[in-house]
């Protein structure tokens, strides 16, 4: 009866607070392990185990499978950001997993400490929240996306890595689209041009001082040249979080910690090393650097959310 309750309620909430959101709200575990990026890179995956969990919001009733997206967050966690995202792609019946890799953990926020959890690591989250949506009876296996902001966008990006999907993928799916928000692309690792052939699109503030925009544009110049279904969104005056309402007001992070000047590579053994010094790279790095700038740009927000919902739309044939 509590849980029936408890549903109830949670469908109130969902179609009064949203309007055309979501009719029904889940939160769902799911079982993960934390890897460092030389785990991943030497294929070890004897981690430490933790639940982690995350909200499923269905956007309509009835016994249908919906297109999904998993949506994984940045380095200061779940904000406000995500409910706009949610309820944006909701309204055009995308079902939508907020996934929070950080409390599980016991994090609070990575800003001025990514040592926490490497980037790469969640990556495993991604694909482990994958296996878990794929099974739901609410949604459709075959059209599971995957979108990320910062630093969570090297999951939603390099998940479309051919060698990290076979090394951490479910067996049960795979994404059917890989999006990123200000993407840290300055990891080059090996055969990170050999991808899975599904969609990637990027999209990134051209004055991006916390993630810088350059390494980004390599990338995709790369991945284009290795045949790669990929494209680079460019905003301009739109500096790092432009999606977040939460700075109509620019702040300035004084003590964030940034790799924006590091360009870095796979090395040998699974060992990351300064691309430009040939030594081991860590975040104590000469290159690595404290303070950058988030804000809002409503030109580049309703840009980049119109291009996504077009771009879902045609993945997930939606508008047939």
Not at 88 to 104: C, K, P, Q, R, W
Not at 139 to 160: E, L, N
């Amino acid at each position: 009866m509590t849980r029936l309750l408890l549903a109830f309620t949670l469908t109130l909430l969902g179609t009064a607070a949203h309007g055309q959101g979501f009719i029904r709200m889940e939160m769902i575990p799911v079982p993960t392990v934390t890897l460092s990026t030389r785990q991943i890179l030497t294929g070890d995956l004897n981690g430490n185990a933790a639940i982690i969990a995350g909200e499923l919001r269905i956007p309509k009733p009835g016994t249908d499978k919906l297109p999904a997206i998993i949506m994984v967050h940045g380095s200061g966690g779940l904000s406000a950001s995500p409910d706009h995202w949610a309820r944006e792609l909701n309204s055009v019946g995308i079902a939508v997993f907020i996934l929070d890799s950080f409390a599980g953990r016991g994090i609070v926020s990575t800003v001025t400490d990514q040592s926490q959890l490497d980037h790469l690591a969640m990556a495993v989250d991604a694909y482990r929240a994958l296996g878990v949506l794929a099974a739901h009876p609410r949604v459709d296996p075959a059209r599971i996306a995957v979108i990320g902001f910062s630093k969570g966008a090297v999951a939603a990006v390099y998940s479309a890595n051919a060698r990290f999907r076979q090394l951490l993928g479910p067996a049960n799916a795979e994404f059917a689209a890989h999006i990123g928000l200000y993407t840290p692309c300055n990891t080059a690792y090996r055969d990170d041009d050999k991808v899975t052939g599904k969609p990637i699109r990027l999209h990134h503030g051209i004055p991006d001082d916390w993630v810088s925009i350059e390494p980004c544009r390599a990338y995709v110049a790369r991945l284009k040249q290795a045949g790669a279904d990929v494209a680079l969104a460019e905003y301009p005056e739109s500096y790092h979080a432009y999606d977040n309402p939460a700075y109509v007001k620019p702040l300035t992070v004084a003590q964030a910690q940034t790799s924006r000047n590091c360009s870095v590579r796979e090395g040998d053994n699974g060992g990351i090393v300064n691309a430009k010094t040939g030594e081991p790279f860590t975040l104590d790095d000469a290159c690595i650097e404290r303070g950058a700038q988030v804000a809002y740009n409503e030109a580049g927000h309703k840009a980049t959310v119109a291009a996504v919902k077009e771009f879902l739309a045609v993945t997930f044939k939606l508008k047939e």
